[in-house]
């Protein structure tokens, strides 16, 4: 290019002409102030110099705003797979966050009881960033997208793939920056020159760090804080399936010590973001995560695949002007951040599936709060689960089983009530708290099919037909299937993958009406019996049918999920162009490809 110029514009008058330099940004303010109170025409336009050819001139977010004196700082602190009960806000034993808890005492509102929709970053952060449960975020209008409106400016720096432009994350944010697992102390510099880049307009920027994410990456002089050497054959910067390996051949040292490294991240990130705060001064703080981290608390271990506690009891410590410094024990969600800040900056929204926070600080709506039905669910990894909280009772429904917790006796989940509690009017709270309904219905597991080039298509009738069918959620996309329901009867279509989605039948005659059912693939055709006795759904994975059909096991059980609502959107937990990097995250553990010998990649 031999150059190009910005023409600026107001009315058809010429009030700037900006050269443009080749290859470097540059940030150019006009003051428009003598256009003041009135509505005007804005015209932006380049021309080239003498010739037009590789002339390519960029734009990014132009933005008229008046000028503050004082303008506000909004701080969102996003703590990537933080816990709650690791914090020392939260009483844990060990000073992991001695800064932060002394700051928040002395500033802050901290949330005792504050849980996550789901156990993973893509769901929770759409459901964070727009008050609205995740599968409403196509049709959801952002917390920046509120802001920008007023004349801020806003920026989100994050260290996720999950928060990326590929997954649709950045849309709504000024400026959106996403870099594969940055530590804190690479973030803090980007959020402070953002902020800096903006000394006369309101902000609102986002700090997102990977710190206490697997693996653990935390500087020398904290690798000995809480943790001593790696155990056994592993290395520093382990990784899910080093440590399995070694938890199997070592125990529980291996345990002990993955929690000791995880803690060490915390007294890291405390440091650096106490540091920070301390410097900045902003108006609001919010410090918040989008899920937890399983120990083997219940067996398990990192997140993406349970629903207990441990994954879904979050942090969330807020400080604002107005907000008198406390705690507070009413159940609330990360669902609530959104509408929280809108109420906190007078910023008018529209009808959200949150709700905003600022009136418990105030002593109000606590019995509100305490009734509010919330629902949760979306693993990442393998079938669906969902679960509710309703008071202090928590319901989730897994693979057919259902389980009940009282979390005022039993915070620890150990006792299930499943039995001695009843389940239908949790079931059906399940789909009240997503605007649908969840009814008891059946669910049909189809083992995995023998590999082909061609389709394989499986019709599933019933003499009364069906009235609702649909395929489990694959966020990471183990199999490739297709539904039809069509005239009561259902065909599902299988493509190149091998795996098999669940799917969910609503039978017009009802779950107790077995007799009929048919299963006709590959030329063979089955049909189900009547089970004598018909068993009850207790939420004991009841099994009702256990077959075979063209070489795969095919079995039906009771379930209870919420009916997807044609306004919904699924997750996709993949794709083509950084799945490399999710790999690298530990995220693509289940997928066909590479085979399970393949060696993890490290970042």
């Not at 003051?31 to 990014?60: C, I, K, M, P, Q």
């Not at 125990?251 to 650096?272: A, C, F, S």
Request: glycine share 8%.
């Amino acid at each position: 290019s031999d150059g190009a110029t910005l023409l600026i514009s107001v009315d058809g008058e010429q009030v700037e002409q900006v050269s443009l330099k080749l290859g470097v940004w540059s940030e150019v303010k006009v003051d428009l102030s003598r256009w003041a109170g009135a509505n005007h025409e804005l015209t932006l336009a380049t021309t080239g110099g003498s010739s037009d050819l590789l002339d390519y001139v960029f734009l990014a977010e132009p933005m008229v705003y008046s000028p503050s004196e004082r303008p506000k700082r909004v701080l969102m602190v996003f703590l990537d797979t933080l816990r709650a009960d690791h914090l020392s806000s939260y009483g844990y034993e060990r000073d992991t966050s001695p800064r932060m808890a002394a700051w928040a005492e002395q500033n802050a509102v901290v949330f005792e009881q504050a849980r996550s929709v789901a156990p993973w970053t893509l769901p929770t952060t759409r459901a964070i960033l727009t008050g609205n449960i995740p599968e409403k975020y196509p049709i959801s209008k952002r917390l920046p997208a509120y802001l920008a409106e007023q004349g801020w400016a806003t920026g989100a720096f994050v260290g996720n793939i999950y928060l990326s432009s590929n997954f649709d994350m950045a849309q709504g944010w000024e400026q959106h920056g996403c870099v594969n697992w940055p530590r804190i102390e690479d973030q803090i510099p980007k959020v402070k020159g953002f902020v800096e880049r903006h000394p006369d307009r309101d902000v609102l920027v986002m700090l997102h760090t990977m710190d206490m994410h697997l693996p653990y990456t935390e500087p020398r002089a904290y690798r000995d804080v809480f943790a001593g050497e790696a155990p056994g054959e592993l290395g520093d910067k382990a990784t899910r399936k080093t440590i399995l390996k070694a938890v199997d051949k070592h125990g529980e040292v291996v345990q002990d010590w993955v929690r000791d490294r995880y803690d060490n991240n915390i007294r890291y990130t405390d440091d650096q973001l106490m540091d920070y705060i301390e410097a900045l001064q902003p108006d609001v703080v919010v410090i918040f995560a989008d899920h937890g981290e399983e120990f083997w608390e219940h067996g398990g271990f990192e997140h993406g695949h349970t629903l207990y506690d441990e994954l879904l009891k979050v942090p969330i410590l807020i400080s604002a002007p107005g907000m008198a410094p406390g705690r507070v024990t009413a159940p609330v969600s990360n669902l609530d951040l959104t509408p929280t800040l809108l109420d906190l900056l007078d910023i008018p929204h529209d009808t959200l599936d949150g709700s905003s926070l600022v009136p418990l600080t105030q002593g109000k709506e606590q019995e509100a709060f305490q009734n509010r039905v919330r629902s949760v669910g979306r693993p990442l990894y393998g079938q669906e689960r969902w679960g509710v909280f309703v008071g202090d009772t928590k319901w989730t429904s897994f693979d057919g089983i259902e389980e009940v917790y009282d979390l005022a006796t039993d915070p620890k989940e150990q006792a299930d009530l499943r039995g001695t509690v009843p389940l239908d009017p949790l079931r059906a709270a399940l789909g009240e708290g997503l605007g649908t309904v969840s009814p008891v219905l059946w669910r049909l597991e189809m083992g995995k099919l023998v590999r082909t080039p061609n389709d394989v298509v499986l019709t599933i009738a019933h003499p009364d037909g069906f009235a609702e069918a649909w395929l489990g959620q694959d966020p990471l996309k183990s199999s490739d299937a297709t539904l039809e329901l069509e005239n009561g009867v259902v065909k599902v279509t299988y493509h190149s993958k091998r795996g098999s989605p669940e799917i969910y039948l609503v039978p017009k005659a009802g779950v107790a009406q077995v007799a009929g059912l048919t299963l006709t693939e590959g030329g063979q055709t089955l049909v189900a019996p009547q089970p004598d006795p018909l068993p009850e759904a207790t939420g004991q994975a009841e099994q009702l049918w256990n077959t075979r059909i063209d070489g795969r096991p095919a079995r039906l059980f009771y379930a209870v999920a919420p009916l997807p609502l044609s306004s919904w959107s699924t997750l996709d937990g993949t794709n083509d162009e950084v799945n490399e990097a999710l790999r690298a995250l530990g995220y693509m553990e289940h997928e066909e490809s590479p085979t399970e010998d393949t060696p993890e990649e490290e970042p």
